[in-house]
């Protein structure tokens, strides 16, 4: 049952401390001293923990439950209240400084929201450890250029040449954010333009993109003779150019078939924002076509061993193996690049491919992106 202050009031102290429960993790512990300290117990990320929120009566009951609310909204969102409390002590500490550090702080809260947990664990690792101990404590407005070109070549210096990058990109974030809200005049990690090493950029996704192999490749996936499942899912990836992972993750009941349309849910895209993918006639034919062999579970591809699970992520790049094709000549994620090849060819418009490979948080119009989908293969098919 849940706590009343008549129930709080009436509760005597204890030889040993123990506990009132009320509702939603939220308790009181009252100890022999009759100190009566409010607690959320709450899990995360596998671990039980627990968070202080005052003690009662300067803490009421009523304002208890609205910390407890607040801390199971920042849950809801994959962010541990804890970290998020001793977070925002630091910035308040900081603040009146304008230092570094609290202005990266104070960005960081209002915009990491989306981020997915190990982005934000990453982003603050990193800055953390590099960046923080040389500048952190610096009044932003007082930071040159050569302070912060300093700090990110000690990233570079151990070899660590697109972190550096990363770094920079960051600071230069933290930068505009102060002049925005009027704590900097300007930018300086734009005066260090050049001044790191290149990141030596190599061809990560093989993928074919000449029209001649294209179509020799579309016909061998045609006469795939292994398991329909993965038939299905080989001959999808060309026609909707999502990730792999995003294509063996699909549940029907994302599938809109009224609609011919594919709504992928923000928790599952890399942009963390919800992504609709139009279906073409031979996508919806396909699907149709293996609607009777999954459709009674959740995954559109299920593993081969349970239904619980979708296929995996080896599943189509072993398919394509089987086929002929090497790691050099073409893996799962090269239809993305074929796709945004082709459709530059075609004469599309750059930012309608990118925002429908999901590479932007902005859509286009569903009117553009069907026609751009049901336009593509349609020469080589």
Not at 114 to 130: A, I
Not at 148 to 166: D, F, P, Q, W
Not at 236 to 258: K, M, N
């Amino acid at each position: 049952m849940s706590l009343t202050d008549i129930k709080i009031r009436a509760a005597k102290p204890r030889e040993k401390a123990y506990k009132l429960a009320d509702e939603k993790g939220l308790y009181m512990l009252i100890t022999p001293t009759n100190s009566r300290c409010w607690y959320l117990k709450y899990r995360f990320a596998g671990k039980e923990k627990k968070l202080a929120f005052g003690v009662y009566p300067e803490v009421t009951l009523a304002i208890a439950r609205s910390k407890r609310d607040e801390a199971r909204k920042l849950l809801g969102n994959n962010i541990d209240p804890g970290v998020e409390k001793q977070l925002n002590k630091r910035v308040k500490k900081l603040t009146m400084e304008n230092s570094f550090e609290a202005l990266t702080r104070e960005w960081y809260i209002k915009y990491s929201n989306k981020w997915t947990p190990r982005h934000r664990e990453r982003f603050f690792t990193r800055l953390e450890k590099d960046i923080f101990p040389w500048i952190g404590d610096r009044p932003i407005n007082e930071i040159t250029a050569p302070e912060l070109l300093n700090a990110v070549r000690r990233i570079e210096s151990r070899g660590a040449i697109e972190t550096a990058h990363r770094a920079l990109q960051n600071c230069g974030r933290v930068f505009r954010y102060a002049i925005a809200t009027g704590r900097a005049v300007r930018d300086i990690s734009s005066d260090l333009k050049g001044a790191l090493q290149p990141i030596n950029k190599q061809r990560h996704h093989a993928s074919i993109t000449d029209p001649k192999e294209i179509a020799k490749l579309l016909r061998t996936i045609n006469s795939y003779e292994g398991y329909l499942v993965t038939k299905c899912a080989l001959q999808l990836a060309p026609l909707i150019f999502v990730r792999p992972g995003e294509l063996r993750h699909a549940e029907w009941a994302e599938i809109d078939f009224e609609n011919a349309e594919w709504h992928i849910p923000a928790h599952k895209m890399k942009m963390r924002t919800k992504h609709i993918v139009p279906l073409s006639l031979q996508a919806i034919k396909i699907l149709k076509e293996l609607h009777p062999l999954t459709g009674a579970g959740k995954y559109v591809f299920p593993s081969v061993r349970t239904t619980q699970r979708p296929m995996s992520e080896n599943t189509v790049v072993g398919a394509l193996r089987r086929l002929g094709y090497t790691k050099d000549e073409m893996t799962g994620h090269g239809f993305r690049s074929m796709a945004s090849t082709l459709l530059n060819e075609q004469g599309w418009n750059r930012d309608a491919i990118e925002r429908q490979l999901a590479h932007t948080e902005h859509r286009i119009g569903q009117g553009m992106a069907r026609a751009l989908v049901r336009s593509h293969l349609l020469y080589y098919i």
